[in-house]
């Protein structure tokens, strides 16, 4: 099965509210990125957190990463409308390949 | 300008013929990635090239070619197309194909097989 497992699915919050999105892998990793795909679009970098950090702010967003589970969460703080998307994450060996999950479809309701 | 462009964004075609898709990126970089998107979304990489060298070539069929004229295209050539290679193809490049490098992505295109 594929490395990147995303739960929820699929996850539904009024406009202010936070949204956390959760990411498990299975295989030791180098780094990992989280990338936001609007409708009908191309995947947009959000963020990378590497191997031997722990947690990572970007503005809104929030990464934390723990190996010694497997998995990763990506918090959005006050959350927008613009926001919805489906989020990715997608972990990295010593190379350039990427090993993305299944996603999280997030709608921010107005 | 567009970082990443791919043409066409579309394409329906009918099972049995060839088509290509072409990438062309204008951001410098070395490295660049196909990729596939399913119907559930699920993204996986199917070829990437360093340099007009292949680096990666997952499992995918020997219908699929991937083929760079120099490192700033990437184009991918499907023969005998089936139902089964309906989806969306993206294209990508990155600065080098070192880990941890931020990949930009295209628009897609959704390829239909009828």
């Known amino acids: 099965s594929q490395q990147g497992e995303e739960d929820p699915q699929a996850l539904s919050i009024q406009e202010g509210e936070n949204a956390t999105m959760n990411c498990s892998y299975k295989?030791?990793?180098?780094?990992l990125q989280w990338y936001r795909q609007n409708s009908g679009r191309g995947l947009v970098h959000l963020i990378l957190?590497?191997?031997?950090?722990r947690e990572k702010h970007s503005g809104r967003l929030r990464v934390t990463l723990d190996t010694s589970k497997k998995s990763s969460s990506l918090l959005i703080t006050a959350s927008r409308a613009a926001d919805t998307a489906s989020y990715f994450c997608?972990?990295?060996?010593?190379?350039?390949?990427?090993?993305f999950g299944e996603g999280t479809q997030l709608t921010v309701n107005p | 300008d567009t970082a990443v462009s791919q043409t066409p964004k579309y394409l329906v075609t009918q099972m049995g013929n060839d088509k290509s898709i072409k990438c062309e990126q204008n951001?410098?970089?070395?490295?660049m990635y196909w990729y596939k998107q399913d119907s559930k979304k699920f993204l996986k990489i199917m070829f990437s090239?360093?340099?007009?060298?292949?680096?990666i070539n997952e499992t995918v069929p020997n219908r699929f070619s991937p083929k760079s004229p120099d490192k700033a295209h990437l184009n991918l050539h499907i023969n005998s197309l089936e139902l089964g290679d309906s989806a969306v193809y993206f294209c990508?490049?990155?600065?080098?194909?070192?880990?941890?490098?931020?990949?930009?992505f295209g628009p897609g295109t959704r390829l239909t097989v009828l």
């Open positions: 090239y360093n340099n007009k060298e292949l680096i």
């Open positions: 957190i590497r191997s031997n950090e």
């Open positions: 295989t030791s990793i180098n780094n």
């Open positions: 997608a972990t990295g060996d010593s190379g350039s390949r990427l090993t």
């Open positions: 990508a490049s990155s600065q080098t194909a070192g880990w941890g490098d931020t990949q930009y």
């Open positions: 951001l410098g970089h070395d490295t």
